[in-house]
């Protein structure tokens, strides 16, 4: 892998372990119980900090009141909010910062309390925004499973792709969270009913919440949050753990335009631009964590980022292939439990950098062998409207 | 107590606006740049393909087809939960736009097909009409 960038590594991570605080802890609050965590992970302190990225979701000027509340005083300041795929957008930025010199040590965090808050995320109507492309849509009704759920419908229309097929990555991604305590718990704490390994039988016979998408092809809502320190290689060298290299990173919108292909995402856009930064190809990646909102989110962005062709999606994820134990298959997939079964507080990207560093480390509940490549793929905003893709491919030292 | 409302569009939102005050006569409108000859949609001020901000107001036959569709069968919305079963579905009219509606007057929203032809039925409201679309 010759003239690969290794000039920013992720040296500390950390997941709030509780997925329902009951009220008791602000986004706030989490955010900084995972930095301090994070650091702690590290080897760092907070004045080792001088990059600060935060998705501005604790309301305006996020930047400036964040940076008090930490008590830092970052010398690069960064509040790009994507949805779920702002901390894919957030680690590119502080691998650029740090490669310019600008930064040593970057710090993301994430906290939400959807969960204690009771948001209908998923099947609330959407609120008519003044945004002029909200001010078109509010009227119809449309609820955010139903908008990935018309992804779905035109995958299975032009491509044949089945509810079967769809199912196999719940039923992957139940696997991992089955092997994940925190994730046990997650599913405990917020009553799931009947918490064990599925089939694809369960998938597709459990309720339907917006055609074709069944309940178990939904994300969880969850309280949560974590952090992810970022450092330059002076820094990562004497940090506590093997520093992860962040190779490549490619970032894209797509929106609904007239005569436009619903069923490819800006996945298609934002990885081949990180692959060719990385200088790798996705037959070599030991682990995808992708984005899963809905099943269809993960499907599509298998075939965007280039595991299969545009429309072999259902036949290439079949079989079983996306397990933890089947590395000759390909990459395993969410091997933390996803946002399926284990953390979905709203915009869980963050995760997706959490848990692929802990595979590239070995310190996986689900661990791929001598995993040594792994891509982070966030996906913000709604897949069939408008949204915002972030690729991060990763490396172990 | 009134009963819940269908959410609408602010006619005050200025992008918009003139496309909401059109569908007060039951037009269903779009752009074209009279430069390059994009079909421009949602309305904006500006074409997205050239530099030109001359654009031509057209009304749209109101005719199309599901490009695709979900049926809802969950919703908290509170004007919205007492209508599941029901039909959203992005549109491609007949002049090119893609616009998001319900699908009303069906017995069996399941039943509908992508490919289907629809047309559009106006819900009338004090300040504009909602182009909802209905099978043809």
Redesign the interface.
Same mark, same amino acid.
């Given at each position: 892998m010759a003239g690969q960038s290794r000039d920013a590594a992720i040296v500390g991570i950390h997941e709030f372990a509780s997925r329902d605080v009951e009220g008791a802890l602000s986004p706030l609050q989490i955010k900084a119980e995972s930095a301090a965590a994070a650091l702690a992970d590290a080897g760092l302190r907070w004045g080792d900090v001088d990059a600060l990225y935060d998705a501005g979701d604790g309301g305006g000027m996020s930047g400036l009141t964040i940076s008090e509340y930490f008590g830092l005083k970052p010398n690069i300041i960064d509040t790009t909010n994507v949805g779920g795929s702002s901390y894919e957008l957030h680690a590119a930025h502080a691998k650029q910062a740090i490669a310019a010199g600008k930064a040593r040590v970057a710090l993301l965090t994430y906290g939400s309390t959807a969960h204690s808050n009771a948001r209908?995320i998923g @099947?609330?109507?959407?609120?008519?925004g003044?945004?002029?492309?909200d #001010? &078109? !849509?509010?009227?119809?009704? &449309? +609820?955010l =499973?139903? #908008?990935y759920?018309?992804?779905a419908?035109?995958h299975m229309?032009e491509y044949g792709t089945t509810s079967e097929q769809l199912a196999e990555i719940s039923v992957a991604t139940r696997l991992h969270a089955m092997r994940n305590p925190e994730a046990v718990k997650a599913m405990e704490d917020l009553e799931f009913l009947d918490i064990r390994e599925t089939t694809i039988d369960d998938v597709v016979n459990s309720?339907?919440?917006? !055609?074709?998408?069944h309940l178990l092809e939904c994300c969880m809502i969850s309280d949560g949050g974590g952090a992810v320190v970022i450092a330059a290689p002076e820094v990562a060298r004497d940090c506590r753990n093997k520093p992860v290299w962040i190779l490549g990173c490619g970032e894209a919108t797509k929106y609904?335009?007239?005569?436009?292909d619903?069923t490819t995402s800006a996945a298609a856009q934002s990885a081949p631009v990180a692959f060719a930064e990385a200088g790798v190809t996705p037959a070599e990646l030991d682990i995808a964590m992708i984005y899963d909102s809905f099943s269809i989110t993960v499907l599509t962005i298998l075939e965007d980022v280039g595991f299969c062709s545009k429309g072999e999606g259902g036949a290439w994820v079949a079989g079983g292939r996306l397990r933890f134990d089947r590395p000759d298959d390909g990459p395993a997939l969410n091997t933390d439990g996803g946002g399926l079964s284990s953390n979905h507080p709203g915009m869980r990207g963050i995760f997706l950098l959490i848990e692929a560093t802990r595979q590239l480390r070995g310190e996986s509940c689900s661990q791929v062998a001598g995993a040594k490549l792994a891509i982070a793929h966030g996906n913000g905003g709604m897949l069939?409207?408008r949204h915002c893709a972030g690729s991060v491919i990763l490396g172990g030292d | 107590m009134t009963d819940p409302q269908?959410?609408?569009?602010?006619t005050h939102?200025? !992008?918009?606006k003139a496309?909401?005050a059109a569908t007060k006569n039951e037009e269903l409108t779009y752009q074209q740049c009279d430069d390059c000859d994009t =079909?421009i949609?949602?309305?904006?001020r500006h074409c997205t393909n050239c530099l030109g901000n001359s654009l031509t107001v057209h009304t749209a036959s109101g005719r199309g087809t599901i490009? +695709?569709?979900? =049926? @809802?069968?969950?919703?908290?919305?509170p004007?919205?939960r007492p209508?599941v079963p029901?039909a @959203?579905?992005?549109i !491609?009219l007949d002049e090119?736009?893609?616009?998001?509606?319900?699908i009303v007057d069906v017995e069996d929203p399941?039943s509908l097909e992508?490919?289907q032809r629809v047309k559009v039925s106006w819900e009338a409201h004090d300040e504009l009409a909602?182009p909802l679309f209905t099978p043809e």
């Open positions: 209908a @099947v609330g109507g959407r609120g008519g003044v945004h002029p492309a #001010n &078109m !849509d509010s009227f119809a009704g &449309m +609820t =499973v139903a #908008n759920a018309m992804v419908h035109r229309h309720r339907m919440i917006a !055609d074709p998408l609904s335009e007239i005569g436009g619903i069939g409207s | 269908r959410p609408l569009p602010k939102e200025l !992008d918009t496309f909401w =079909v949609f949602y309305p904006r490009y +695709t569709y979900s =049926v @809802v069968r969950q919703s908290y919305h004007f919205f209508r029901y @959203v579905a992005w !491609d090119g736009p893609r616009l998001l509606s319900e399941g992508i490919g909602v």
